[in-house]
């Protein structure tokens, strides 16, 4: 079990050398356009870069002790995250192509569906106080222009 | 002389209608989030921020801070009644306050609560008037080599923010300087880190990614622990006895001056002042073993400090432009949504703003008394509304709330993109605090770090030879130590009493 942690930590300190050596070639490619060798967009990447692939280096090699389990929830928990973030995710899309009222009445109908998780038709209910309470928050109030999609909504 | 004036003047603004609103409503929306599960003072001024953009500077920032005083007290309500302890700094509260809760007197420790954090917090904002253009005045003497030995100060915020790794810290906040570099470069004009992506060339807006570090990741915290609505007993008249009263004076003041000078230490967490002010509490007091039994003094110490804490950050945020804590920060984006620089030019630039603000902070301080009282009871049901309604309004608000900020839809694929990754830091202890107060401070780095070495031909000595840069590099590694210290011995004092080792920030 406690593998797992290590080979985590490992992993991220191999991520950070891989993010430093990312900002270094940025660093060499803007390089050209400074005003002098310390003076430029070159300069911060550049020391940030040595920064990250020091420090991640330390994480990768350093032998760590009494590193503790990661527990990842049991299944029935899992889908319900993976289930709310594909949901996120799908809104994102969804907004310009339906437009703001209906992508979001669909998307907290499933939400609190699936979180609640409540019959259908209480999370309909649900979902259409919230979607009219954000609409006249942040539209009718603030006036933040939504995307209005296909069907003009 | 002229510092009072101002005050007054300051005084004169807030207490305009509108400004009172806000503050109000500030101090209500604060303490109905704090109590809620799921949202902390971090995630609700960050989704409130695109709320406060119809209003003016003035009034927007004076919400936003009695957002975050109101989620403090907030904090202490289900700390009290529930056990639960929102922060870390809050479970100081829970040893004695929660016994009390049992016993029937959760009414009186609210209230006791809600007094310790009003006399604390008031005299953090004293300390706020007298020490903050005290520091400005030196201030103005800064110049680029001055500005980056600060930024160099702000960096031992980190390490009280470390969680259990100080390398980990580190990376995390490296990588947060490096995504505040994303966009137009400075100097050249030329994209820097933008691989070709239009929206890459436009920046990250680092509100999308609080929202998703903060309110996204905590909601699936949130569901992964299948929080549910608690209930409990009677908590007895919310209005503390005489003898209540008598027993908490001496802890609210030497709560709130501990609390205060800690907090004056740019980056001490609330967490550190809540336990030492609890334990000098416990050695001073008479009757020690009454202590985690249910002692009235054991609730308004630490909440005092607290409090204090929190106004006393106020002071290097306004002063130097250094955020202590995560809810700071996100206050400190706020600033510079509106185009105000914290830091020393701040007081002589904007000083109507800055003493209308600490003008209504006292007003919020009292705001939180009049209304957290009678309304204990009511703050009290709210704890019991399902997680399965709160989930999907706080995920739709962080949605909505990313947008809004430039209307665009990739701020929000940002937050949703950072609240998987915060879950996944969050299941990993990576701490994510040092992300973001490197993003924030990131640009401020880089100016003044450029700037320096143009003045001096590319010689980094130049921060060294300066006295006021070298005296505050020198206070760095003075307060690097101090902290690394305070933080070993709150850890330990986390685990005594938790049993679980502790993520501070």
Redesign the interface.
């Known amino acids: 079990m406690s593998q797992r942690?290590i080979t985590?930590?490992r992993a991220?300190?191999l991520l950070?050398i891989i993010?430093g050596i990312a900002?270094l070639i940025?660093a060499v490619r803007?390089y050209p356009?400074?005003?002098?060798?310390?003076?430029?967009?070159h300069?911060?990447?550049a020391l940030?870069g040595v920064?990250?692939v020091v420090?991640?280096a330390?994480?990768l090699f350093?032998k760590r002790n009494g590193p503790?389990d990661?527990p990842?929830?049991a299944k029935p928990?899992l889908s319900?995250?993976l289930g709310?973030?594909a949901l996120?995710?799908a809104?994102?899309y969804l907004?310009?192509l339906l437009g703001y009222a209906l992508s979001?009445l669909l998307?907290?109908f499933g939400?609190?569906k699936q979180?609640?998780?409540?019959r259908w038709h209480v999370s309909l209910v649900?979902a259409i106080v919230?979607t009219a309470s954000?609409y006249l928050?942040?539209a009718v109030?603030?006036k933040?222009?939504?995307?209005v999609g296909l069907f003009k909504l | 002389m002229e510092t009072f004036e101002l005050l007054l003047s300051g005084f004169m603004q807030a207490m305009t209608p509108q400004n009172l609103l806000m503050a109000g409503i500030g101090a209500l929306v604060g303490t109905f989030v704090g109590v809620l599960p799921g949202l902390g003072p971090t995630s609700a001024i960050a989704i409130l921020l695109p709320l406060t953009t119809v209003l003016e500077p003035t009034q927007a920032i004076i919400m936003m801070a009695g957002i975050y005083y109101g989620a403090m007290y907030g904090g202490s309500t289900t700390a009290i009644l529930l056990n639960i302890p929102g922060e870390v700094s809050s479970v100081p509260t829970c040893l004695d306050g929660y016994p009390l809760a049992k016993k029937g007197r959760g009414g009186p420790a609210l209230g006791v609560a809600a007094i310790a954090s009003f006399a604390a917090g008031t005299l953090g904002v004293i300390g706020l008037v007298f020490f903050a253009p005290f520091l400005a005045d030196q201030a103005l003497k800064f110049g680029p080599p001055e500005y980056f030995a600060l930024m160099l100060l702000a960096l031992t915020v980190m390490i009280n923010l470390a969680g259990n790794s100080i390398v980990k810290a580190l990376i995390m906040g490296v990588f947060g300087y490096l995504l505040s570099m994303v966009g137009i470069g400075p100097s050249s004009g030329m994209p820097r880190f933008a691989y070709g992506s239009n929206d890459f060339t436009g920046g990250f807006e680092m509100i999308s990614i609080i929202i998703g570090l903060f309110a996204v990741t905590e909601v699936l915290k949130g569901i992964e622990e299948k929080r549910t609505a608690v209930s409990f007993g009677n908590i007895g008249s919310i209005y503390p006895s005489m003898a209540d009263l008598r027993k908490s004076v001496k802890p609210m003041f030497q709560g709130g001056l501990v609390g205060f000078l800690l907090g004056l230490l740019p980056g001490c967490s609330a967490a550190v002042s809540t336990f030492l002010a609890y334990d000098l509490q416990k050695k001073t007091s008479k009757h020690p073993d009454q202590f985690g039994k249910g002692a009235m003094e054991g609730v308004a110490a630490p909440e005092a400090a607290n409090n204090a804490t929190s106004s006393a950050g106020f002071i290097p945020l306004f002063a130097l432009g250094i955020p202590a804590s995560p809810p700071l920060a996100v206050l400190l984006a706020g600033l510079m949504i509106y185009g105000l620089a914290p830091g020393p030019v701040l007081f002589e630039q904007n000083p109507k703003f800055v003493w209308t603000v600490i003008a209504s902070m006292f007003i919020g301080n009292l705001m939180l008394l009049v209304l957290n009282l009678p309304l204990v009871g009511i703050w009290a049901r709210l704890t019991r509304v399902p997680y399965g309604i709160l989930a999907p309004v706080i995920l739709m608000l962080s949605t909505i709330g990313a947008y809004t900020v430039r209307n665009s839809l990739f701020d929000v694929s940002v937050a949703l993109v950072f609240g998987v990754l915060g879950y996944l830091l969050h299941k990993y202890r990576w701490p994510v605090a040092p992300l973001i107060l490197c993003f924030i401070l990131g640009p401020m780095l880089e100016q003044s770090f450029i700037q320096s070495m143009a003045m001096s031909a590319g010689n980094p000595l130049i921060f060294f030879k300066r006295p006021l840069s070298l005296s505050i590099i020198v206070l760095s590694v003075a307060l690097l130590f101090l902290s690394l210290n305070l933080m070993r011995r709150t850890k330990q004092r986390v685990r005594q009493e938790t049993g679980q080792q502790a993520e501070i920030a």
């Open positions: 942690k985590a930590d991220g300190g950070g993010l900002a940025e803007l356009y400074r005003s002098s060798p310390m003076v430029g967009d300069t911060m990447p940030l920064i990250l420090l991640g330390l994480l350093t503790e990661v990842f929830p928990r319900v995250i709310s973030i996120m995710f809104y994102r907004i310009p979001t998307v907290s939400l609190f979180i609640g998780p409540y649900f919230l954000i928050i942040f109030w603030l933040i222009p939504f995307p």
